[in-house]
T-cell receptor, first 117, second 112 residues
Framework: AQKITQTQPGMFVQEKEAVTLDCTYDTSDQSYGLFWYKQPSSGEMIFLIYQGSYDEQNATEGRYSLNFQKARKSANLVISASQLGDSAMYFCAMREAWGGGADGLTFGKGTHLIIQP | SAVISQKPSRDICQRGTSLTIQCQVDSQVTMMFWYRQQPGQSLTLIATANQGSEATYESGFVIDKFPISRPNLTFSTLTVSNMSPEDSSIYLC?????????FGPGTRLTVT
């Protein structure tokens, strides 16, 4: 079974609209971390936001917020007021056995987001 | 955060040869991670490199094909050995800083 599922292979959104990118995960660990990355066409992986499984509040970083629903095992990324520069691939990832960075990440297949003017 | 550099940024290699990719971090880190991203695909963890011990490889990756060195807390290398066109990918190193994880700019490898 997939550990990270991103059900939207591609999305088209009008500029200035809010965007929600879906991510569900599967783990039996109590301690885990959830990540979102942006990958523009240049190929670099840009860290956007992190949510720990014990964090009670949803993580926010500027225009990015993570809608964390633990019971549903859902960690959707919300981008407010989208911009043309937001067009990129977006990957959701999970680190199990939250141990201060001792474990690598498992990635979803990604969502290709295109912002239209 | 962490500033991570990789060399080379890209290369075109002939099948049967080997390429060593370097990863340098601007601070000391315990673990360094190597990932592969095949064309149009997501990232897959190759191995975890801890300074002073042998790297730990994920299922489907072996040391003979992807030997890794970790001579100190700021540097690591990944070698792609006896390359075939199927090895054409972006190779990325990554480090954890606190709870967060950062990536280098990647090495884009094309094998002809």
């Amino acid at each position: 079974a997939q550990k990270i599922t991103q059900t939207q292979p591609g999305m088209f959104v009008q500029e200035k609209e809010a965007v929600t990118l879906d991510c569900t995960y599967d783990t039996s660990d109590q301690s885990y971390g959830l990540f979102w990355y942006k990958q523009p066409s240049s190929g670099e992986m840009i860290f956007l936001i992190y949510q720990g499984s014990y964090d009670e509040q949803n993580a926010t970083e500027g225009r990015y917020s993570l809608n964390f629903q633990k019971a549903r095992k859902s960690a959707n990324l919300v981008i407010s007021a989208s911009q043309l520069g937001d067009s990129a691939m977006y990957f959701c990832a999970m680190r199990e056995a939250w141990g201060g960075g001792a474990d690598g990440l498992t990635f979803g297949k990604g969502t290709h987001l295109i912002i239209q003017p | 955060s962490a500033v991570i550099s990789q060399k080379p940024s890209r290369d075109i290699c002939q099948r049967g040869t080997s390429l060593t990719i370097q990863c340098q971090v601007d601070s000391q880190v315990t673990m360094m991670f190597w990932y592969r991203q095949q064309p149009g695909q997501s990232l897959t963890l190759i191995a975890t490199a801890n300074q002073g011990s042998e790297a730990t490889y994920e299922s489907g990756f072996v040391i003979d094909k992807f030997p890794i060195s970790r001579p100190n807390l700021t540097f690591s290398t990944l070698t792609v050995s006896n390359m075939s066109p199927e090895d054409s990918s972006i190779y990325l190193c990554s480090v954890g800083v606190g709870s967060e994880q950062y990536f280098g700019p990647g090495t884009r490898l094309t094998v002809t």
